[in-house]
């Protein structure tokens, strides 16, 4: 229903665990390109909340198994979406003898975004993403004290080395995207500290260091913040997503753009739904 009724907003999800779709997937995302107009970005990762699997009935493998199978994912989908014979062998995919339909609007292909926070998945995502979304520590299987504890500037210093290290040479042409997920937006954020910081197993004043405050002010910590990581996008998670309606697209001024996407996407999610809307990069 986004895709068909709006002319400009990004489209897409954070992210799909492959492991639930794959050569589905691929034909859904273009499907969704196409209806679009050639708005989708594809978000995926490797999965991470057991409970999710056992809702499916799906066997939830080593980490290890997981990631090695998104990078085989990625390749199937990249093979479908071009259009000619699949050919796709490895140690989980092997699909062959058809091509892919439809094509997406968008080509080679739609933006793939991978998103993660360990080493093995932040590497894949540097060698095959066109976005990488930076996750925390959710080995417990929700948002928690750990989840808090690898969100700092340090710790998304070392994620962004990881995904160097898989990147190489094609480091400058990935966009990078911050979760800033513990943010209390408001003029009365006094009221809503205490509460989060109980919710996430952890106390107040370790809540202090991330951007709170009205609108305007979270947005200037945010690209305070964001500066020396060279990230270019934010995704926020807050309960009152018409808080950040408020910031309008053509505000935006951007030191650089990849392909022709906006430069930076502000999301933020709610129980009720989920608002885009482009901030600029510092």
């Known amino acids: 229903m986004a895709a068909a009724i709006t002319k400009t907003l990004r489209v897409w999800c954070r992210v799909f665990a492959c492991d639930f779709h794959h050569l589905v997937l691929a034909k859904e995302m273009a499907t969704l390109d196409m209806l679009s107009g050639g708005r989708l970005e594809v978000g995926l990762g490797a999965g991470w909340t057991a409970a999710e699997y056992d809702g499916l009935g799906i066997p939830m493998d080593s980490a290890g198994t997981r990631i090695e199978r998104l990078g085989e994912y990625v390749k199937l989908m990249r093979a479908h979406w071009g259009g000619e014979q699949i050919n796709v062998s490895g140690t989980h995919v092997n699909v062959h003898g058809f091509a892919g339909r439809p094509l997406p609007v968008q080509q080679p292909h739609p933006p793939i975004m991978i998103g993660g926070g360990a080493p093995r998945t932040l590497g894949l995502a540097g060698r095959e993403a066109d976005i990488v979304s930076f996750n925390f520590d959710n080995s417990t299987g929700k948002l928690g004290a750990a989840s808090v504890a690898t969100s700092g500037l340090d710790v998304t210093r070392e994620k962004i080395g990881w995904v160097r290290d898989g990147a190489k040479d094609r480091f400058d042409r990935i966009e990078l995207e911050i979760g800033a997920y513990f943010i209390a937006v408001g003029d009365h954020i006094a009221t809503q500290i205490e509460p989060m910081a109980a919710r996430y197993g952890v106390t107040g004043d370790e809540l202090l260091s991330h951007p709170h405050g009205p609108v305007r002010k979270c947005l200037r910590d945010l690209r305070h913040h964001r500066r020396p990581s060279r990230a270019t996008r934010d995704q926020i998670r807050d ?42 990069a510092p």
Not at 252 to 261: G, P
């Open 239 to 280: 309960h009152r997503p018409t808080q950040h309606g408020r910031v309008r697209p053509n505000r935006c001024r951007a030191r650089r753009q990849v392909s022709k996407r906006p430069p930076c996407m502000l999301r933020s999610s709610g129980p009720s739904g989920s608002v885009l809307t482009s901030v600029s």
